[in-house]
Nanobody, 122 residues
């Protein structure tokens, strides 16, 4: 029904920048919330940043001032600009979307991307 496609991951040195992008496709009536999660080796998946359709954002304390989330509702896309990257940012980053389907307009469902690897070297 809905697919999330991610891009932009890779290898970067500490202090560098990366920009992650995620696009949603399928029988989408509305995307209520889009966000990014990450999972580092030996750790649980955690919320990095999220953005509501109206534009309100939320960030993990560890990334405030360094990461910026943005979205384009018309294109069903979300981006994560990551600056001043640190080795502890190394993780698999997952795109997440809460979606209202065209055929089920009174409910919403959560979808996940496949994940993209971000590696920050010292």
């Amino acid at each position: 029904q809905v697919q999330l496609v991610e891009s932009g991951g890779g290898l970067v040195q500490a202090g560098g920048s990366l920009r992650l992008s995620c696009g949603a496709s399928g029988s989408i009536f509305r995307i209520n919330v889009m966000g990014w999660y990450r999972q580092a080796p030996g750790k649980q998946r955690e919320l990095v940043a999220s953005i509501i359709s109206g534009g309100s954002t939320n960030y993990a304390d560890s990334v405030k001032g360094r990461f910026t989330i943005s979205r384009d509702n018309a294109k069903h896309m979300v981006h994560l600009q990551m600056n001043s990257l640190k080795p502890e940012d190394t993780a698999v980053y997952y795109c997440n979307a809460e979606v209202t389907l065209y055929a089920f307009r009174s409910s919403s469902f959560t979808y996940w991307g496949q994940g993209t690897q971000v590696t920050v070297s010292s």
